[in-house]
């Protein structure tokens, strides 16, 4: 864990609070409200450009510039984890323009931007979660038109979504869709949960927290109410099934978190750990312990 | 042993003190200024002023250096800017009839009131190095033209339409404020003025391909430059406490307009139609794509089958954005690793079943005859 020294004294007065100016935030809050009320629907909204590219979040960090206060406490994450480059550099983006504390714990986090991960720990509701999404949209990669994709979920024709999965059955035997594994919200939009695994689709059913979910480049905002029901995408004779792992943390020894395959050498030694940081460090704090603690054995 | 990847932090400081130092090169060369960016690097500048959205040369010439030279860099450098900025108000269409010329041709007439009028242009320089260039020196003035009779230069497309001959444009102006790209997200169908504020700010290395693509056959409209112009133009606002417009400065424009022939359809004589382009500073290229490109565009409200990538509306104008184009893609090198994870997994599952057997041919027809 590296010290929470990024936090208070950074603040950068030369920009408007949280970087885009108030009536951009209105807008997008607008957009954030339509999104609440009408579940898993994407909402169009005059995105901006960031000073980050398009494809590192920009979305996100819209969604979260347009709701963070000064008393929040931030968490990013990317991949799960709080140290990976891209995290550092959103987290030192609002410390620079808002001064707001950051936190690694997710569970003293109230606002949490990710990228393709939910935390393994359970969220609250007075925390709200911020994805950043690529494609918004669940059926363009079945059908590229804007125009089609938007009268398809108007008139709930999810035919070729059904269809693919099907097909994927038919050729493989299960399901051969492993990230953004397409939900049904609240029973109506099919919506593509961003490109986290599959493994954490039902983490976002009934969810006590908020998620909302930014598209920059596309121009679309999404969201999930707290206690939405969510469900993944499947047919009776075939259920939504999760990934298995033959293998536990070699860190902290969980054998129920998403794990992150590291290669050792070259010869085919690899471990496996804990994709969530703050999850791992804290059961490692706990007291869990997994092989690679154990006299440097790391696992096949 | 090795330990999950940790440290991001301080590799990232170090990142950008090295990109520093390579921006700057070699301290013994002198640095490059803003003002010399200016002053010579005018296309480069007026290139990034155009895909930037933003008519500033001080800032442009500034993305220019901190961005390297890599001129779409500096385009998104000046368009993160542009988001900062407040919108205080809007001007008045500027009237581009009233140019101040520095260059105006036409391929259509020979001659034509007011003349042609080539400017500072390339077209007809012999591409040799000029080794001479390599040495620094005075450059003599160029020679000043005598004003023209009264100045006036009248559209190409205009003299067309006083016979009718060419499609007339709706009146604009009237009364529906014109749709804002930078305000609300592209919506397809996409009208006229929406598609060309897309175009505008596109990438001019996309619309070149594109406009190139339709003059070799896919989605041929036959076009010919009825005309080009570049100059200053006055940039009004209107001011409500004084009840008038006020001129709060001029720009640089470059305009073209195509001419494209047009057979008539059940509704509509035969005449020619209209391709339009338009950009800040001298970036001629870019108009004439822009012109080729919002011409193919227009076949559904022309009742033209449309076949050809060029034609496509949803294809082009949701690819024209460099700044987008350029992140979506780079972004493949930020971290994957738990979608590889997942897909890694499917893999081996997969070959797995395989090697058991449990997924033989008959096995998997056999569901999908189902």
Redesign the interface.
């Known amino acids: 864990m ?1 010290p929470q020294s990024e936090s208070g004294s950074a603040f950068d007065s030369a ?2 609070f949280a ?3 108030e ?2 935030k209105r807008m997008i809050r607008r957009a954030i409200l339509k999104a609440v009320a009408i579940p898993g629907y994407q909402v ?8 980050m ?4 979040g ?1 979305g996100g960090i819209q969604v979260t510039a347009s709701i963070i206060g000064p008393d929040d406490v931030l968490k990013v994450i ?3 984890s709080d ?4 995290a ?2 959103i987290r030192k983006f609002f410390v620079r323009t808002t001064g707001v504390e950051t936190t690694e714990s997710t569970a003293d986090a109230s606002l949490i931007q990710t ?3 939910i935390p393994e720990k359970d969220l609250r509701a007075d925390q709200i979660l911020v994805f950043q999404v ?1 494609i918004p949209e669940p059926l363009r990669f079945l059908e ?4 089609e994709t938007r009268r398809m979920h108007a008139l709930e024709d999810y035919g070729l979504m059904h269809v693919k999965l099907y097909e994927d ?5 299960h399901i ?1 869709t ?3 594994y397409p939900v049904k919200v609240a029973g109506r939009y099919v919506m593509d949960p961003s ?5 954490d689709n039902p983490k976002m059913d009934r969810m006590a927290a908020l998620q909302l979910f930014g598209a920059g ?1 596309e ?2 905002i999404y969201a999930v109410p707290p206690h939405t029901e969510v469900k993944s995408l499947d047919f009776d004779d075939y259920p939504f099934e999760l ?1 298995e ?1 033959q293998d536990v943390c070699a860190f902290c020894g969980a054998e129920d978190t ?5 290669i ?1 050498d070259d010869r085919g030694k690899r471990m496996f ?1 804990c ?1 969530d ?1 703050d999850h791992c460090s804290e059961r490692r704090a706990a007291g869990h312990a997994g092989p ?1 603690l154990f006299d ?1 054995e ?1 696992a096949d | 042993m090795y330990v999950a990847v940790k440290g991001g932090e301080q590799a990232i400081e170090n990142a950008h003190a090295l990109l520093a130092e390579d921006r700057r090169g070699d301290q013994a060369v002198p640095e490059l200024g803003i003002d010399q960016i200016k002053q010579q690097m005018t296309l480069a500048v007026d290139r990034v002023m155009t895909e930037g959205s933003l008519y500033d040369r001080d800032l442009a010439a500034l993305a220019i250096k901190q961005a390297r030279g890599d001129l779409v860099e500096a385009i998104f450098l000046l368009r993160a800017y542009r988001t900062t900025l407040p919108r205080l108000a809007e001007t008045r269409p500027v009237d581009t009839g009233a140019m101040r010329i520095r260059r105006r041709i036409s391929a259509t007439y020979k001659d034509l009131p007011g003349g042609q009028v080539l400017g500072p242009t390339f077209d007809y320089t012999h591409r040799l190095l000029d080794f001479a260039l390599a040495a620094e020196g005075a450059v003599p003035d160029a020679p000043e033209a005598p004003q023209g009779d009264d100045g006036t230069m009248p559209r190409v497309s205009d003299l067309l339409a006083n016979e009718n001959l060419i499609e007339t444009e709706p009146a604009g102006d009237d009364g529906a404020p014109p749709p804002d790209l930078t305000r609300d997200p592209m919506d397809f169908p996409a009208e006229r003025a929406l598609r060309l504020q897309a175009l505008a700010r596109g990438d001019e290395g996309y619309l070149l391909a594109l406009g190139y693509s339709t003059q070799r056959g896919y989605g041929r409209t036959h076009p010919f430059a009825g005309e080009i112009r570049m100059g200053a133009v006055e940039v009004e606002v209107f001011v409500e406490e004084i009840g008038e417009a006020v001129v709060i400065g001029e720009i640089t424009l470059t305009e073209c307009e195509m001419i494209n022939q047009f057979a008539g359809s059940k509704t509509e004589p035969p005449q020619f139609t209209r391709g339009y382009g338009l950009t800040f500073g001298f970036c001629e290229r870019k108009a004439m794509a822009m012109a080729l490109v919002d011409r193919a565009l227009r076949c559904r409200e022309l009742g033209e089958e449309a076949t050809a990538p060029a034609q496509d509306e949803e294809f082009v104008l949701a690819h024209a954005d460099n700044v987008e184009a350029s992140g979506f893609v780079q972004h493949l090198k930020l971290p994957h690793y738990v979608d590889f994870q997942s897909e890694l997994e499917l893999v081996r599952k997969m070959r797995r079943e395989i090697a058991e057997g449990r997924w033989a041919e008959g096995e998997a027809a056999d569901v999908a005859a189902e």
Do not use: C
Not at chain 1, 83 to 86: F, G, I, L
Not at chain 1, 144 to 147: K, Q, V, W
Not at chain 1, 169 to 173: K, L, R, T
């Open positions: 590296s920009y408007n970087f885009l100016d009536q951009t169009p909204f005059a995105s901006r450009e960031m000073p590219p398009y494809g590192w920009t990317d991949q799960g140290d990976t480059t891209n550092i550099s990228r393709h991960r690529p590229p038109r804007e125009t059955i038919a050729h493989h035997g051969a492993t990230y953004a490109p986290t695994p599959k493994f480049r121009k679309r990934p792992w998403f794990l992150d395959e590291v050792l750990v994709s940081t690679a440097g790391a």
